[in-house]
């Protein structure tokens, strides 16, 4: 099975999503683990990005959509028709509840050298505020898909 988290950026909370749903991060982040996470503050729209693999084997991924989620969603089962990949699941799960509102300011201010520390402060707590809640959500979408756990 595969599952896909994806949002607007698809750089920010479905990041960290798809990292607490491979167990690539567990409990609390440290600020020196966020500022680590690589794709964090990466937009690349489309792009289809490997995350891991969780204990049942389910590849974990993350896209970023912008507004196009419900095109993608059709071409990837379109793709799965076609190439007879009918036996993979894929299942989709929309992040972008948890996305910070004019995240693309942000990173806007981010670019300016004199901003970088005072943002990344700002997205690590913001981040650090919703965790529990992104957490939670991750798991219901477990048992909501049935997907196994250990």
Do not use: Q
């Not at 729209?45 to 196009?68: H, P, S, T």
């Not at 089962?77 to 894929?90: A, D, P, S, T, V």
Request: proline share 1%; aromatic share 18%.
């Amino acid at each position: 099975m595969k599952i896909i988290y994806y949002s607007y950026y698809g750089c920010y909370s479905t990041i960290i999503a798809a990292y607490i749903h491979s167990k690539i991060i567990d409990d609390v982040i440290s600020k020196e683990e966020f500022y680590d996470i690589p794709e964090i503050f990466e937009i690349n729209y489309g792009i289809l990005k490997y995350i891991g693999i969780d204990e049942n084997n389910n590849e974990i991924y993350v896209i970023a959509m912008k507004n196009f989620s419900d095109n993608i969603k059709k071409t990837f089962e379109g793709l799965r028709k076609i190439f007879n990949l009918e036996f993979e699941k894929i299942i989709f799960v929309d992040t972008s509840s948890f996305d910070v509102r004019y995240f693309n300011i942000y990173l806007y201010l981010r670019k300016v050298r004199i901003f970088k520390n005072i943002i990344d402060y700002i997205l690590y707590k913001k981040i650090m505020a919703n965790y529990r809640h992104i957490k939670s959500f991750v798991d219901l979408n477990k048992i909501k898909n049935n997907i196994i756990w250990g």
